[in-house]
């Protein structure tokens, strides 16, 4: 296929179509069952219990330091599968494309997105391309779907903390949120700051063997860490209160969040995983996250006490408590 950008008659059905599909997408992921192009996949799927996540992924700007919009769709999927304690296995992907946008950029996010899935010993087995016209999308639209397996006995849910349960992060807060608004803003930071985004399944799989007893799972995308405590101290109807001094944060994101005015704890995060566990198991699944990819930085943050079920409590370092709240309206635009 020689033509540079993407044009309305990619989507069309036709020749330039087909050709775009075989030519870009399923030479530029080098999967089997993707290959055959039927409109549905025949997978195996060891065992009877799945999960089952999807997710679009709308970032600007396309590409960053520590990954791109492709990376991002890959593991975010990934990580929403592993919250449930399955092991993911299989993708889809879909997406839209805007008339105009240049075909290297498709190539390169395509190479991308292969190797993030290869990293995270995953499969993408189906897809779609739709195209707009020039003016109605952002360059690059991608739905991914994920399917994984659960182990026998696996259940995981955000309503299941209890009073005395201890919080666990798996490293530094904002990385990923941070970057974003560098690069749109083109602040220029002194400090290299990069996106975290990564696939955390084996963490979380890590996890489940040295704390079979694990709550649950919950990765701080949008809203961050302070969305995804929330989420949880709601379900459970449990109080959750987090030691600020124990949460590693990097000294640059911290800098430019006060800079931005920004609460930490609200920036988005795209390789980081929140745990749950019980009080006897925390030191085991602490050592778990930090001996797998990922997790070095790895810290208990809190525990599941406080004064009101359903509220989440932040110690200060100079000994005050506030409550941390969910992010309210849109802090970051187009950042996932």
């Known amino acids: ?147 994984g397996v659960l182990r026998p006995g696996t259940d995981l849910s955000g309503s299941y903390a209890r009073e005395g349960d201890v919080v666990l992060l798996s490293g530094t807060l904002g990385d990923h949120g941070i970057t974003i608004i560098s690069c749109r803003e083109g602040l220029g930071f002194e400090a290299d700051i990069s996106s975290d985004a990564a696939p955390l399944a084996e963490m979380c799989a890590a996890v489940l063997e040295a704390a079979p007893d694990t709550r649950c799972f919950r990765d701080p995308t949008r809203g961050g860490l302070a969305s995804a405590l929330n989420e949880i101290a709601t379900a459970s109807n449990v109080p959750i209160t987090v030691k600020e001094a124990d949460v590693p944060v990097k000294p640059q994101v911290k800098g430019a969040s006060e800079m931005l005015g920004y609460d930490v704890f609200q920036v988005a995060n795209e390789g980081k995983m929140a745990a749950i566990v019980p009080e006897e198991q925390a030191e085991a699944a602490l050592a778990a996250m930090r001996g797998a990819p990922y997790g070095s930085d790895a810290a208990i943050i809190g525990r599941v006490a406080g004064n009101m079920p359903g509220r989440v409590y932040v110690e200060t370092a100079f000994g005050a408590t506030r409550i941390m709240d969910m992010l309210v309206g849109e802090q970051l635009p187009r950042i996932c």
């Open 1 to 147: 296929m020689h033509a540079e950008k993407i044009m309305l008659a990619h989507g069309s059905g036709g020749t330039l179509m087909r050709a775009l599909v075989e030519d870009v997408f399923v030479a530029g992921l080098s999967e089997e069952a993707l290959s055959r192009l039927d409109d549905a996949a025949s997978l195996t799927i060891p065992g009877s219990r799945i999960a089952f996540s999807t997710d679009t992924y709308v970032v600007t700007p396309h590409f960053f330091p520590g990954g791109d919009i492709g990376r991002l769709a890959v593991c975010g999927t990934v990580n929403d599968v592993a919250t449930s304690g399955a092991r993911p296995l299989y993708l889809s992907m879909a997406v839209i494309l805007e008339e105009g946008m240049a075909i290297q950029d498709l190539h390169r996010i395509l190479e991308s997105m292969r190797a993030a899935a290869r990293e995270a010993n995953v499969h993408i087995v189906t897809g779609d391309t739709k195209v707009v016209e020039r003016g109605h999308g952002d360059g690059i639209y991608i739905n991914t779907a994920g399917i």
